[in-house]
């Protein structure tokens, strides 16, 4: 089931065109002449260029199913964690929030008959020495103060 | 005096600092968001305490390695360790999935080394000549040569289509112009959000737009790092791809030119020369078509230029007082706290640890060499044995670390995330992300070579000031060949398919 094929050249005009038209409405609010000179002229060619790729996907489309690898689920659900990964930060540090994610992540990304105690485990330690050697070399070593959380402040 | 310098550093304790300065270097090069500028500035209070040669000496060694360790997480994982390595992960990482990761790993070495010691052998012995062309660099130069490097995009879409690889350098140009403004000093594409002030921070966004669409794609493979159909290729000798890197002398020497010219002009620096040089052996390499696909001359072209503006980027630091990089600016600083004065007497004055630096920075280029092939390759082996499971989040993990450490700031880990989501629904749609970047990348210096240059017309009465001044010329001239080049060898190559 990889999904149907969409007409990936309009999709992307499409958005290319949404895009400068928000950037055209924000440039209203620029008041010196010499500072939207440039983005004029780049809004300007992007909307050319996305009007021509437009017109070409009605003569000669480039269509295609897009995201087909092999498991598409795991994708979405890998960047729905990433979103999450990110937001826990904030409240948690990052230590805690990526050894937790590491291990989850790694445990998942696995077929289903492979996912045991023991993988569950051996994801927690690879995931505690890794991040462990990340924070000891950034925070430590180099002194990059890494987040600590809300919670722990 | 230049025997004086280089007898200074030939003792044990200095050869050692060079030798931890420069594994130190690799290291922070290899890893995504800490970058050689980052390294060298972390490290200028700990010299404090040094000799000005040994402190110097460790500084330059950093710099040189730094930059040689960025292609080792672009060609292994496809993540450029700094934005300096962008081009060698289009050949380099595909190379590796070819299981000839090896031969890229001591291409790049092997080039890294080789544009380290062309640029020294120019800052050695032609400094004065070379320093006053950065000088003659103004404005309008800056904004033609920004033009020039945009048309780089014209060798990044692989098959995709031209009209889409211009398309997304241009969503580069136009996000790299969030923030406050050259000119009125307002908020310009910022929402009115106070977050936006600062702009987009580059190196979030290009982590997020190289980083985060691999992670991904590991996530949809259960497996091994690379799915390497002929495994036996993995074992060639070390010594074999050496000689196969030498014999692209040609590719290296025109690489190392374009990294000593992009060196020595203020500002410039790695990323551009990266790749300028990586667009300048495509179109002059008779496998042009191969680019893109793992290529070996697609390697040592970008990681020999890149090299190559070390010793130059310090011409005119040490000459002139100008720093060509932005590295060299922080060695600048160091220079003058160690009670240095950058200039034409720095060489008379204290002409022993200047000497001394030169050769330090030369003793390193060689000794990363060493190091490089040592550690790489070793290294590409196991990596292509890590499972994908352990692999990505491994790789989110020194993203967000990476994103996080450029300012300390919990906003640049949201944009590279942003980024990376932005760039895996580009890349299904054949909107290149690395067109993207550069456009990120060239869009300030663009502007600001396009107002300025405004600016001096106005003043002076002459709107052709952007045009007809030489060098301008010589800009403009590239440009056009380097956007009819495609064009003029693909209906060569549709005429030959004909006939």
């Not at chain 2, 010793?311 to 160091?334: D, F």
């Not at chain 2, 700031?409 to 054949?430: A, H, R, Y």
Request: with cysteine.
């Amino acid at each position: 089931m990889l999904g149907r094929k969409l007409n990936i050249d309009r999709i992307a005009a499409l958005i290319v065109l949404a895009v400068c038209a928000v950037f055209w409405w924000q440039l209203g609010f620029i008041n010196t002449k010499l500072d939207k000179i440039f983005p004029q002229f780049v809004i300007i060619s992007l909307a050319v260029l996305s009007g021509i790729l437009l017109i070409k996907s009605f003569i000669k489309p480039e269509s295609k199913v897009i995201f087909t690898m092999k498991h598409r689920g795991m994708v979405a659900l890998g960047a729905a964690l990433l979103v999450l990964w990110v937001v826990l930060i904030d409240y948690i540090g990052f230590l805690i929030t990526s050894i937790a994610m590491f291990a989850i992540l790694s445990w998942i990304m696995q077929d289903k008959q492979k996912r045991t105690v023991k993988a569950a485990i051996s994801s927690v330690l690879v995931g505690a020495i890794l991040i462990g050697a990340v924070y000891l070399l950034f925070a430590k070593l180099l002194m990059v103060p890494l987040p600590k959380g809300t919670l722990f402040m | 005096m230049i025997l004086e310098g280089l007898l200074s550093i030939l003792t044990p304790q200095i050869l050692l600092y060079i030798l931890i300065a420069t594994i130190g270097g690799l290291i922070v090069g290899a890893l995504p968001g800490l970058t050689a500028t980052m390294a060298v500035a972390v490290m200028v209070p700990l010299t404090f305490g040094m000799s000005p040669t040994t402190g110097l000496s460790v500084l330059g060694a950093i710099y040189m390695s730094a930059i040689y360790g960025g292609c080792f997480s672009a060609i292994l994982i496809n993540t450029p360790g700094t934005p300096g390595s962008i081009a060698t992960a289009f050949d380099g990482y595909p190379m590796c999935v070819k299981g000839e990761g090896m031969r890229a790993i001591v291409g790049a070495t092997v080039g890294s080394v080789v544009g380290g010691v062309v640029s020294m052998l120019f800052l050695f012995f032609l400094s004065p000549p070379l320093a006053t062309i950065s000088l003659k660099f103004g404005p309008p130069e800056y904004f033609w040569l920004a033009i020039f490097g945009l048309t780089v995009m014209a060798s990044m879409g692989g098959e995709g289509s031209l009209i889409k690889t211009f398309m997304a350098g241009g969503l580069g140009l136009l996000i790299s112009m969030i923030g406050i403004t050259i000119m009125g000093g307002e908020l310009r594409f910022g929402f009115d959000n106070y977050h936006m002030q600062g702009g987009i921070e580059l190196i979030a966004a290009m982590i997020g737009l190289f980083c985060i669409p691999e992670a991904l794609n590991y996530m949809s493979s259960f497996g091994s790092m690379y799915d390497i159909k002929n495994p036996e290729k993995m074992n060639k000798s070390i010594w074999s791809a050496v000689g196969e890197t030498f014999r692209l002398y040609k590719t290296m020497a025109r690489s190392s030119i374009i990294g000593v010219i992009v060196g020595i002009l203020p500002g410039a620096g790695g990323t551009i020369a990266n790749m300028i040089a990586y667009n300048d052996a495509k179109k002059s390499s008779k496998d042009g078509a191969k680019f893109g696909t793992g290529i070996l001359e697609g390697v040592v072209a970008p990681e020999t230029a890149n090299n190559a503006t070390v010793g130059a980027g310090l011409i005119p630091t040490l000459t002139l007082g100008v720093p060509g990089t932005s590295v060299a600016a922080v060695i600048y600083g160091a220079l003058l706290l160690h009670g240095l004065r950058p200039g034409a007497e720095l060489f008379t004055t204290n002409g022993k640890i200047v000497w001394g630096f030169m050769f330090a920075i030369l003793i390193s280029t060689f000794l990363m060499g060493v190091i490089g092939i040592l550690a790489g390759v070793p290294m590409y082996k196991s990596i292509s044995k890590v499972p994908t499971r352990f692999m990505a989040p491994a790789i989110v993990s020194l993203s967000i670390v990476g994103s996080y450490a450029v300012r300390n700031n919990p906003m640049d880990v949201v944009v590279m995330i942003i980024f990376g989501l932005i760039g895996s629904v580009m890349k299904e749609l054949g909107l290149a992300p690395g067109a993207m970047v550069l456009g990120l990348i060239l869009g300030p210096i663009a502007e600001a070579g396009y107002v300025r240059s405004t600016l001096m017309a106005f003043a002076a009465g002459k709107i052709q000031t952007f045009v007809t001044r030489p060098i301008c010329l010589i800009l403009i001239g590239l440009t056009v060949m380097s956007l009819v080049w495609p064009i003029f060898t693909k209906w060569l190559a549709d005429r030959k398919r004909v006939s």
